[in-house]
């Protein structure tokens, strides 16, 4: 869900019973597989609900929201009755699999090819996970984050067991 304007992003909503994978990247554009409220300009990105038993994210594959100008991110909500599991990044890439709601600052030629700010003044959301298991593993990445003048969100974890392993 992506606004490019000044309206917002919609809301974005999964509800799958047994498990949800977001893997991988796109071969060519090089850009993450992912489940993801976004804001290019001035309208806000808006939430992002992930219901289910199971969450997997792996090979550098993406899941949260984020802006990269004036207009705010989402928050985002996990509930996975089971686990939650982040591993690694994708072969070949710099980028790790994720979990995030952010205000980043864009790279150069994008910032020239949207018209985007040098650095971003949109707020970044919350990031609330719910769940019996959480596993982050091999340099994956779970993060509320502001790389701009804005607020970043904040960051809760409900879980019996949180697990780090390897970066």
């Given at each position: 869900?992506?606004?490019?304007?000044?309206?917002?992003?919609?809301?974005?909503?999964?509800?799958?019973?047994?498990?949800?994978?977001?893997?991988?990247?796109?071969?060519?554009?090089?850009?993450?597989?992912?489940l993801?409220?976004?804001?290019?300009?001035?309208?806000?990105?808006?939430?992002?609900?992930?219901?289910?038993?199971?969450?997997?994210?792996r090979?550098?594959?993406?899941?949260?929201s984020?802006?990269?100008?004036?207009?705010?991110?989402?928050?985002?909500?996990?509930?996975?009755?089971?686990?939650?599991?982040?591993?690694?990044?994708?072969?070949?890439?710099?980028?790790?699999?994720?979990?995030?709601?952010?205000?980043?600052?864009?790279?150069?030629?994008?910032?020239?090819?949207?018209?985007?700010?040098?650095?971003?003044?949109?707020?970044?959301?919350?990031?609330?996970?719910?769940?019996?298991?959480l596993?982050?593993?091999?340099?994956?990445?779970?993060?509320?984050?502001?790389?701009?003048?804005?607020?970043?969100?904040?960051?809760?974890?409900?879980?019996?067991?949180i697990?780090?392993?390897?970066?």
């Amino acid at each position: 869900s992506t606004s490019f304007g000044s309206g917002q992003a919609g809301t974005l909503r999964v509800n799958a019973q047994d498990l949800i994978e977001i893997a991988g990247k796109n071969s060519i554009t090089l850009s993450p597989s992912a489940l993801a409220s976004v804001t290019i300009n001035s309208g806000n990105a808006q939430d992002t609900f992930i219901n289910t038993s199971r969450l997997v994210i792996r090979d550098g594959g993406a899941l949260g929201s984020v802006t990269v100008a004036t207009g705010s991110s989402g928050s985002v909500t996990i509930n996975a009755s089971k686990s939650v599991d982040i591993q690694g990044g994708a072969a070949g890439s710099i980028l790790p699999s994720s979990i995030f709601s952010s205000a980043l600052i864009a790279d150069p030629a994008t910032q020239a090819a949207l018209g985007l700010p040098a650095i971003p003044t949109g707020n970044g959301g919350s990031l609330t996970i719910n769940t019996p298991s959480l596993r982050i593993t091999d340099g994956a990445l779970l993060t509320v984050k502001n790389d701009g003048t804005g607020k970043a969100g904040d960051l809760l974890l409900n879980a019996n067991s949180i697990f780090l392993d390897n970066q």
